[in-house]
C-alpha cells in the first residue's frame, strides 16, 4: 500500500507560479510510474501530466505543455509538479497518483493509489 502526501498547494495571481510536491511512503517509489490530475469544481477528474519511474521520460496534456514540469527525486521518494503561468480556469483540486504496471496513461482508472489532493486556486 503506497501513501501518496501532496503539498504546496495555494492561491495565486494569474500568471503566476506555484510547485506541487507529492510525497510516497513506498521505499520502491522508483518502480511507480507516476501522474498528475486536477478536478475543477463540477468538472471530471482530468489528466495534467506523467513521468516514468526512472524520470526519464515525461509527458503532459496539451493543455499544460511548455508550462507545467513534472519531475521526481527517487531518492526523496518525491514527484513534483512546477505550474507557471498560471490561468484561472486551472482552478482546482491537485492530485498525484502511482501506477504500479503503466507508463504513459492518462486514465485515472490505470492509477493504483491516489493522495488527498491539494487546492490551488489561480485568481483573475
Known amino acids: 500500500q503506497v501513501q501518496l502526501v501532496e503539498s504546496g498547494g495555494g492561491l495565486v495571481q494569474a500568471g503566476g507560479s506555484l510547485r506541487l510536491s507529492c510525497a510516497a511512503s513506498?521505499?520502491?517509489?522508483?518502480?511507480?510510474?507516476m501522474g498528475w490530475f486536477r478536478q475543477a469544481p463540477g468538472k471530471e477528474r482530468v489528466f495534467v501530466a506523467g513521468?516514468?519511474?526512472?524520470?526519464?521520460?515525461?509527458y503532459y496534456a496539451d493543455s499544460v505543455k511548455g508550462r507545467f514540469t513534472v519531475s521526481r527525486d527517487n531518492a526523496k521518494a518525491t514527484v513534483y509538479l512546477q505550474m507557471n503561468s498560471l490561468k484561472p480556469e486551472e482552478t482546482a483540486v491537485y492530485y498525484c497518483?502511482?501506477?504500479?504496471?503503466?507508463?504513459?496513461?492518462?486514465?485515472?482508472?490505470?492509477?493504483?493509489?491516489w493522495g488527498q489532493g491539494t487546492q490551488v486556486t489561480v485568481s483573475s
Open positions: 497518483a502511482a501506477s504500479i504496471r503503466y507508463y504513459g496513461s492518462t486514465y485515472d482508472y490505470d492509477y493504483d493509489y
Open positions: 513521468i516514468s519511474g526512472g524520470g526519464s521520460s515525461s
Open positions: 513506498e521505499r520502491t517509489f522508483s518502480t511507480y510510474r
